[in-house]
């Protein structure tokens, strides 16, 4: 196999708590890349996991930033990234989606499709990303196993093609049997999940699985497969990579059921990566000339190297150590020479990389998210989906002479996109305004400078709720200040420099809207004004 058609990127996106975290894990168990699975327990404070390495991750246990995980598996080079699934932390989750050619959908099969798994899913649709799903908890209490397809289709308008079927549910959760290859795979629990379930491998007809089945869990379990193969829908790899059908896995993360068959299905079924827009057209993997984006920026991820790494999804071409490329944020000329491959907080020395791969850069202050690297300067791609932020807050500093490191911690963070930081027009004090998409980034940004910089810092509650930005006619209109602005209406500027102007409620941005018809209002900045 050539060094592209051995990739295989993707994400794995759901609602938070679905079990995309203990899935990531237990891939890598599967995929040889852990010996013995960070025992995820009841006890959410003693999870440790390779890719909730963040210690507010650990302590919450609840993912906060996506990890990157490269790692082998039969011939395959495998980059997957997990992510967090809490909406507060949405634009990471965006940017990832990003840098993925596919996505594992983990539902909990309790709860079926929740809130930020559709939110989730309309994003892969845009970008047409194939998506497998995982029906994840079947070990609990679940939903029957036809109503969760049929809602794929009725909720995601997506075709379901389910690759195997579950074996009882709940306490009688024994397996899954698998339709394309017609074997079922029964399983046995081992404690804690740590090391790979004993499965035993049967024909459909087996006693055997009569004997260790409940009488009614069996009776439904061979209806329903009958039903399944009657209803004759063949599995259709072309409309699978269109991301029109997705092939449905079920399984228990924890307990190791399923997981191997979801890891080998998806390495079979899934497409290594394709070509992708960029300012020229698309651009093949093909591509002689080394291409690729910068999808993001993390610091102190390693105690023991306090810098930052920015993460480069590989487009086109051939990455090699020390190579010179064009940097698309400064029009200059980078060597990038400390490449590593990335495995949680784990990086180790990497000295070329191809299409689909994710390299992690050290030592660039100049990188940002969204650039471009490339040996060809007229390449530059435009993927990163940006948020208006819907909540704001001062923080300050209240030790004076922590301003240095306070300054600093800000700094990177804001890099990493984890708050930005807007100014308002004559405002009182220096005071940096903060604004995120949810007021969980916040306590991160608390959290961190804390932690990694050794800093307090209060929150004061800024009075606005909305951020809207103005063209160059709509700014000047409203420079004079003769311009009645409201109460609690102010003008400020992005961390860009272009003018936004905040409104405390959304009646003061209707009111606004109507009284000052002349003046336009967009959601986002206007890009090239
Ligand atoms: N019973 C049962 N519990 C599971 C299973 N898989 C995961 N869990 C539990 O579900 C909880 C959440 O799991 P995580 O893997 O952290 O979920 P997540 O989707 O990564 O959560 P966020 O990253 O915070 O969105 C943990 O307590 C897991 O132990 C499963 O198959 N069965
Ligand atoms: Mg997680």
Redesign the pocket.
């Known amino acids: 196999m050539n060094e592209i058609a051995r990739r295989r990127t993707f994400a794995?996106i759901?609602?938070?708590?679905?079990?995309?975290?203990?899935?990531?894990?237990k891939l890598l168990l599967y995929g040889g890349a852990l010996h013995l699975a960070g025992t995820?327990?009841?006890r959410?404070n003693q999870?440790a996991?390779a890719?909730?390495w963040m210690e507010l991750?650990k302590k919450?246990?609840?993912?906060?930033s996506s990890t990157v995980l490269q790692f082998d598996y039969n011939g395959f080079r495998i980059n997957l990234l997990?992510?967090?699934?809490?909406r507060d932390f949405s634009e990471d989750t965006y940017r990832v989606l990003t840098a993925v050619d596919a996505a594992i959908m983990?539902i909990?099969a309790g709860k079926g499709i929740e809130a930020q798994t559709l939110k989730l899913f309309e994003v892969c649709r845009r970008r047409h990303i194939p998506i497998f799903t995982f029906m994840?908890?079947?070990?609990?209490p679940s939903r029957e196993p036809l109503e969760l397809i049929d809602e794929l289709e009725k909720v995601l308008g997506l075709k379901p093609f389910p690759v195997n079927w579950p074996m009882g549910s709940g306490k009688d959760f024994r397996g899954v049997y698998d339709r394309l290859t017609k074997q079922a795979h029964m399983f046995e629990r081992t404690p804690g999940g740590a090391f790979r379930a004993p499965v035993e491998v049967s024909d459909i007809n087996d006693r055997h699985i009569k004997d260790k089945m409940e009488p009614v869990s069996y009776r439904n379990f061979i209806e329903e497969v009958g039903m399944l193969d009657l209803a004759g829908t063949e599995y259709s790899a072309e409309e699978v990579l269109a991301g029109e059908t997705t092939p449905v896995f079920f399984?228990?993360?924890?307990?190791n059921?399923g997981i191997q068959l979801m890891l080998d299905g998806f390495v079979e079924h899934s497409a290594a990566p394709g070509p992708r827009d960029a300012s020229i057209g698309s651009i093949s993997p093909e591509l002689p000339a080394f291409s690729g984006f910068i999808f993001k920026i993390q610091g102190n991820m390693n105690p023991r190297h306090r810098d930052k790494v920015a993460f480069v999804r590989v487009c086109s071409g051939k990455f090699t150590r020390d190579m010179n490329v064009h940097h698309s944020g400064t029009g200059k000329t980078v060597r990038l020479s400390n490449s590593n491959k990335l495995f949680g907080q784990e990086r180790e020395t990497v000295d070329e990389a191809w299409p689909g791969d994710i390299v992690g850069l050290v030592g660039h202050q100049e990188f940002q998210i969204g650039d471009t690297l490339t040996e060809n300067p007229a390449i530059v791609f435009d993927e990163i989906p940006r948020f208006p932020p819907e909540c704001f807050t001062f923080l300050y500093n209240p030790i004076p002479s922590k301003f240095k490191p306070f300054r600093m911690g800000l700094e990177q963070l804001i890099l990493e996109g984890v708050v930005q930081q807007f100014s308002v027009k004559d405002a009182p004090s220096s005071t940096p305004l903060l604004a995120a998409v949810g007021p969980l980034q916040f306590e991160v940004t608390q959290y961190r400078l804390e932690a990694e910089y050794g800093v307090q810092s209060k929150l004061e509650p800024a009075p606005w709720q909305f951020v809207r930005w103005l063209d160059k006619e709509g700014a000047a209109l409203l420079a004079g200040g003769s311009v009645h602005l409201g109460d609690n209406v102010r003008l400020g500027s992005d961390p860009a420099g272009n003018p936004v102007i905040f409104f405390p409620t959304p009646w003061a941005l209707r009111y606004f809207s109507d009284t000052h018809k002349k003046i336009n209002l967009f959601e986002l900045a206007q890009r090239g004004v």
Do not use: C, Q, W, Y
């Open positions: 794995i759901s609602h938070p708590d679905a079990g995309k975290t203990t899935l990531t894990e995820v327990t009841a959410k999870r996991t890719s909730d991750e919450r246990g609840i993912s906060i997990d992510t967090p699934g809490h983990v909990d994840n908890k079947m070990d609990r399984g228990s993360a924890v307990n059921f």
